[in-house]
């Protein structure tokens, strides 16, 4: 008896694909209205729930998926509607995929599955045709914009035995090109960082390729420049992220100044930083240094003047042109504003910025007359006025002596 029931069990998603087929047979694959219909209406009678990785499999690939990838030709099995039979049109593809979306908007438990399902049989891409895996690239990537699946399935493709022949960077590079048909650069970005891809593109290169070169080179004869100016962003961000973590932890262990200077410099010189880029980290990291959020409001300028004053030599280091030290002020006055403990700081740090050389009045009164940030700017230029005026005063005076 138990024998029987396990056989039975064994034959179930065969005796769903038979009943589900026959369903589709009734109406024409291309009236996609009526497939959609169709597969509603469906919904009623078979166990989708049940079988809703079979539903998904014949659909995508026209058949069950048996171990190993392997997918029956016979056409007595097959579904009369699938990706893999599509014609190899775009738009046409957009129409399937919505098909796919009329059938989970109607059964919602039915999404979780499809990426679960997609994944599966993104394994196996290295068996399919090469005109099945353009049709499900270009159909994922519309699953993708459509919000049916993340972006996460494609996590797949990382699969050493994918990556090697060079069958993963194909599949990924179609992918792209469709979301990009569909939506900016940003969109896909914050996709791509959202499934912690934005750091794997280069790993979908086989391991003799994994340089930046070869994927500039790559995505821009595939004219997808847009994918590579993101790439080396987010790439130098992290680069940042990561100076900004180390240069914070030295100044917390109150690392000599000389030597947190030699680890900027050396990591400008490696990843080719600006002296902007990085003076905007410094100070980043020495606010981080400094804990506000617990600190007294009595104690918060004690804290904020003794840090300004001991890595006012550091700051001086990479303020060597007048630039940069109009940045260096648009970022205290950001900062300023940002945390509400400091905004009445403000003109004081400038002042200690000024009498430790670190700014010149020169960048103050540019600050102050074209440079300032909108974020609070009537607040700040109403601490900075009489500073800034007695700024004006002193250099007409030494105008004047010169003359």
Not at 30 to 38: I, M, N, R, S
Not at 201 to 215: A, M, S, Y
Not at 276 to 281: L, M, T, V
Request: net charge negative; charged share 30%; proline share 3%.
């Amino acid at each position: 008896m138990k024998g029987a029931q396990k056989a039975q069990a064994k034959h179930e998603p065969e005796v769903f694909r038979d009943n589900l087929l026959a369903q589709l047979a009734s109406v024409d694959k291309t009236k996609f209205e009526d497939v959609a219909a169709k597969l509603d209406a469906t919904g009623n009678t078979l166990d989708y729930r049940k079988y809703a990785d079979s539903l998904f499999e014949l659909l995508i690939t026209g058949s069950i998926v048996e171990p190993g990838g392997i997918i029956n030709d016979d056409p007595a099995t097959r579904s009369p509607f699938s990706l893999f039979e599509a014609p190899e049109d775009r738009k046409i593809i957009k129409e399937y995929v919505g098909v796919f979306n009329k059938l989970i908007r109607r059964y919602k438990y039915l999404q979780r599955s499809l990426e679960d399902t997609l994944k599966h049989i993104l394994q196996f891409i290295n068996k399919w045709k090469s005109a099945e895996n353009s049709k499900l690239a270009i159909a994922t990537g519309y699953f993708i914009t459509s919000q049916l699946v993340s972006m996460s399935v494609l996590k797949v493709l990382l699969k050493d035995y994918l990556v090697k022949d060079g069958a993963s960077l194909e599949f990924a590079t179609s992918v792209f090109r469709t979301i990009l048909s569909e939506q900016g650069i940003d969109q896909l970005g914050k996709q791509l960082i959202h499934a912690e891809m934005d750091q794997k593109l280069i790993e979908l290169f086989p391991p003799n390729k994994r340089e930046d070169d070869c994927l500039v080179r790559h995505f821009e004869a595939e004219d997808l420049k847009e994918l590579v100016d993101f790439h080396q962003k987010n790439k130098k961000n992290a680069i940042k992220n990561d100076l900004l973590t180390s240069v914070r932890n030295q100044l917390t262990e109150k690392v000599k100044p000389s030597e947190v200077a030699a680890h900027v410099k050396q990591t400008m010189k490696d990843y080719k930083l600006t002296e902007q880029e990085a003076i905007q980290i410094i100070w980043q990291a020495l606010l981080g240094s400094i804990d506000t959020i617990s600190a007294r409001p009595d104690q918060v300028e004690m804290y904020v003047v003794r840090a300004t004053t001991d890595w006012a030599p550091l700051l001086e280091t990479f303020t060597t042109s007048p630039k940069t030290e109009v940045v260096l002020l648009q970022i205290v006055q950001v900062s300023c504003y940002e945390d509400a403990k400091l905004t009445k700081f403000f003109r004081q740090i400038v002042q200690l910025l000024y009498k430790h050389d670190v700014l010149s009045d020169n960048a103050i009164i540019f600050w102050a007359d074209k440079a300032h940030k909108p974020s609070g700017k009537t607040v700040f230029l109403k601490q900075m006025e009489p500073f800034v005026k007695w700024l004006r005063e002193n250099e007409d005076s030494s105008s004047e002596e010169e003359d």
